[in-house]
């Protein structure tokens, strides 16, 4: 079968150098290299097809003498293929990449800076410069730039090699230092403005690791907080030591999953899963706090070894009893759009959105109990049987419920921990044993029984983490920090914010 | 007091007749299987394990989640010696380097290897790496006065970070793999039944002396004042007493006796892996030393044995069930059994 399609290219009178241009690609070599020249001077998209079929080799000349794309492999009668030499395709490369840079679509413009960047050479100078003051797409400009300056590196002007040094010694990127690097063999003379524009570069580039560093450890610490925020209630508020706490963690994570499953089959609800996941994890974990609370623990007040064991065997059981009902294998949640991506902030410095998106949620959940606990009626309830749990039964506090509704508090906030955890972690029935060491080391760190102490406490560690990650390794790092906090226990026993007064007795 | 006597006389004589039975043709009825001997002897290292919780936690009050590290850290120790040991025999046929060093692309032997060539040293190691991996800790913790959960949150986070640093192939212990293969010790082919017998019989004996010590050290005026410090810390110190330094001595020596169970543990079951460090592994033992009954030495090796039957038993059964009543062991002993099978036994006795 004779599968032919012939595009002629032959528009109305809009472009009459465009319509006279196109034939004599098709004549002689001379002919060929003049008309690629003045077509890629043109600027005009419809060129680009053209002249990529004839670098391809699949330009085809007809036989009424005008030219067409060959489509699929079958050549039609009285047409045959266009040759190009030597001079032809050295053109037609300056000309494509002109055009490509000129393209209405951005991904084009991208391509063209990047083959520009591969070979740079003098000549694709005046089209970067002009494609450059058109840019409007800060990626593809950054590329441009690197080309532009990498380019003007390859020519052969000193002046011109000048400022090729300083546009890329105005770039943060690590391309631009190799090309310094690169060439500053060849340019002995201008060693060391290269030197300098190589040492700005690496200034700029240690600033971005040191931002970055920076979020992925405020991002770890947030992380943190969430974790360890419901174990500060629980424990430091109530001094009972909940080892189930990672268990509530994952329960809250696994809300999250079967409240994705029951929206997937309601389309209006699904973007907006994850928000309803918040008060269905806090109500599911607060539950099964308020359960193991009144069923188990009440009857364990007063013996802390006895209550570890206790609720660590209502972590394996929550855990195994998870497993068998969901299976071992990690359960995916999909996040909503609006969490997805990353955000660039100016200087190169990339932020993973739901990363950003958990900093926020840590501390909002963190003042929400500030509020509960500072504001509200059971807040007051609470401080009350805090301080003495025997003068406040005589006020008329019940103080069998408010120990309940304490640890389903810190059991929420657990289940909310998990909400946001199940965005950057795989959801497994093990999630939570990643993290309850960790967070107990917060709370031990920053002081039982004050959030702030908890804050803080989940951000240091979090920052001290993500520092020492890239010198020592990840679990160097872990070991490290351990090892840190037992030596700052050793100066403040009670940690960083330790309760003073007769409060500090208890 | 005397019938308590001649009861473990008669436990120890039985478990000491296994090796004997097992020797027996299979078509004599008193023959056991080779399973049942090896399964015995990991439980006799267990037990080991558990006395020697039990003497932190029964007698001193302070409750280690990370006993498993030092376990795993003297089986490391014997681990290292059976690796020396392989010399050419191992699969890339290197005369000193074990093979996961050769496949490493180490090209000689790390400097903490050095020595472990030698049966004596190695064995040593297994009792003093624990003992100062527990002294350094137990000085940290006991001299600035942690305690209670406190305490057991430190060891917890001291096992598994051990646990992870273990897992690193570049630590030199072999990464996730551990260590495996084993030829041979002292001269004994590991697989042949003489050996099993050999090293049932060593791990019995270790029980009985450590039993034998730890009961002697609980009578001694020592083991009085670490009682006492479970019961009253503040007020052994108001009467004078260093509680820091009998705490310490006693979690050393507890850490060393859980190295000693490590060491006979790993050439019995023939692998050692950083799995050993998991903090679950830890924990489980707590429960048998709780299960059986805290604060009695018989009860720590009562609840070793009949926790594990009952794991052995489970996992072969119904393996899904085995973590869910081993949960269920945690929220029980505490509120229904807080003396343990122990408690249980006196409590009728005193009835009676």
Redesign the interface.
């Known amino acids: 079968m004779l599968l032919l399609g012939l595009f002629l290219l032959l528009g109305p009178a809009r472009a009459q150098a465009f319509d006279s241009l196109v034939p004599r690609l098709g004549g002689s070599f001379a002919e060929q290299a003049e008309a690629v020249e003045r077509l890629g001077a043109l600027g005009d998209a419809r060129a680009l097809p053209l002249l990529q079929a004839l670098a391809d080799s699949r330009l085809l000349k007809l036989a009424d003498g005008g030219v067409a794309v060959q489509q699929g492999s079958a050549v039609p009668e009285g047409a045959s293929p266009v040759r190009i030499n030597n001079r032809v395709r050295v053109a037609l490369r300056g000309a494509l990449g002109r055009l490509q840079l000129a393209s209405p679509v951005a991904a084009q413009r991208l391509s063209a800076a990047e083959a520009i960047l591969r070979n740079r050479s003098a000549e694709d100078i005046p089209a970067l410069e002009a494609a450059l003051a058109r840019e409007q797409n800060a990626q593809v400009r950054e590329r441009m730039e690197l080309a532009l300056g990498g380019s003007r590196l390859a020519s052969a002007d000193a002046a011109a090699k000048r400022a090729g040094i300083a546009t890329l010694g105005a770039s943060s990127s690590p391309e631009a230092r190799n090309l310094l690097l690169a060439s500053r063999a060849a340019n002995a003379e201008l060693g060391a403005e290269i030197d300098a524009a190589v040492a700005a570069i690496d200034r700029k580039l240690q600033l971005r690791q040191a931002a970055e560093t920076f979020f992925q450890g405020l991002s770890l610490g947030s992380v943190l907080l969430l974790a360890a925020l419901g174990l500060a209630v629980t424990f430091g508020v109530m001094g009972v030591?909940n080892m189930a706490h990672g268990e509530f963690v994952m329960i809250g994570a696994y809300a999250t999953v079967v409240v994705q499953e029951f929206c997937r089959n309601i389309p209006a609800l699904q973007p907006w899963s994850l928000p309803l996941a918040i008060p269905v994890a806090f109500l599911v974990t607060a539950v099964i706090g308020a359960a193991m609370e009144r069923g188990?623990i009440r009857?364990?007040y007063g013996?802390?070894?006895?209550?570890?064991?206790?609720t660590?065997?209502?972590?394996?059981?929550?855990?195994?009893?998870v497993?068998?009902v969901f299976g071992a294998q990690n359960r995916e949640v999909i996040s909503p759009a609006w969490m997805m991506g990353t955000l660039v902030l100016p200087g190169g410095v990339t932020i993973t959105q739901n990363r950003a998106w958990i900093i926020l949620f840590a501390l909002a959940v963190l003042l929400a109990t500030l509020a509960a606990i500072r504001l509200t009626r059971f807040g007051l309830e609470m401080r009350a049987v805090v301080q003495n749990r025997r003068i406040a039964a005589t006020m008329g506090i019940r103080t069998g419920r408010v120990d309940a509704m304490t640890f389903a508090f810190g059991s929420g906030i657990a289940g909310l921990a998990g909400v946001a955890l199940s965005q950057i972690d795989n959801v497994s029935p093990n999630l939570g044993t990643g993290y309850i060491?960790d967070s107990?080391?917060v709370v031990?760190f920053g002081g039982v029984g004050s959030l702030m102490g908890t804050l803080i406490g989940a951000f240091t560690l979090g920052l001290v983490n993500k520092i020492l990650e890239p010198y020592a390794?990840v679990?160097?790092a872990?070991?490290l920090l351990?090892v840190g906090i037992?030596?700052f226990?050793?100066r403040r026993?009670k940690g960083l914010f330790a309760l003073k007064g007769r409060a500090a007795d208890q | 007091m005397m019938t308590r006597r001649i009861v473990l006389l008669v436990a120890v004589l039985l478990l000491a007749l296994l090796p004997v039975l097992n020797a027996l043709p299979s078509s004599n009825p008193l023959h056991v299987s080779d399973f049942l001997v090896s399964i015995i002897g990991k439980w006799i290292c267990y037990a080991i394990l558990a006395l020697a919780l039990d003497l932190a936690w029964g007698y001193a009050g302070i409750?280690s989640l990370g006993h498993g590290a030092f376990f795993a850290l003297g089986g490391y120790a014997i681990g290292m010696h059976l690796m020396r040991l392989i010399g050419p025999r191992g699969v890339y046929g290197h005369p000193v380097l074990p093979d996961f060093m050769v496949f490493l692309g180490y090209r000689e032997l790390p400097w903490f290897w050095l020595g472990f060539d030698w049966f004596p040293f190695a064995f040593l190691m297994a009792l003093v790496v624990p003992g100062l991996l527990a002294l350094v800790?137990g000085y940290?913790?006991f001299?600035?006065?942690?305690t209670?959960?406190?305490l057991?949150?430190?060891t917890?986070?001291?096992t598994?970070?051990l646990m992870?640093?273990f897992?690193?192939n570049d630590m030199g212990f072999g990464g996730n793999n551990g260590f495996t293969d084993f030829k041979e010790l002292l001269g004994l082919p590991l697989n042949s039944g003489t050996t099993r017998a050999i090293l049932f019989y060593a791990a019995l004996v270790s029980l009985v002396v450590v039993f034998l010590l730890c009961s002697a050290l609980t009578r001694t005026k020592y083991g009085r004042v670490l009682t006492a410090i479970r019961d009253a810390e503040s007020r052994v110190r108001f009467l004078g007493y260093s509680v820091t330094q009998h705490k310490l001595f006693v979690f050393v020596l507890s850490a060393m006796i859980a190295g000693l169970a490590g060491a006979l543990y790993v050439p019995l079951v023939g692998i050692i892996n950083p799995g050993e460090f998991s903090?679950g592994n830890s924990?489980e033992a707590?429960?048998w030393v709780?299960f059986g009954g805290r604060g009695t030495l018989v009860g720590a090796v009562l609840g070793a044995f009949s926790v594990n039957a009952l794991k052995t038993w489970l996992t072969s059964v119904a393996p899904?069930l085995w973590?869910?009543a081993?949960?269920?062991?945690?929220?029980a002993?505490?509120?229904l059994l807080?003396k343990g099978l122990v408690g249980l036994v006196r409590r009728r006795k005193g009835k009676a």
């Open positions: 030591i188990l009857h364990l013996r802390p070894l006895e209550t570890l064991l206790l660590f065997g209502v972590g394996m059981v929550l855990q195994q009893v497993r068998l060491i107990f080391m031990v390794g679990v160097l872990k070991v351990l037992m030596l226990i050793q026993p | 409750l800790v940290l913790a001299r600035s006065r942690i209670g959960v406190y057991s949150i430190i917890q986070a001291l598994y970070a992870l640093a897992f690193r903090p924990i707590v429960v709780a899904d973590l869910i081993l949960g269920c062991l945690f929220v002993v505490p509120l807080p």
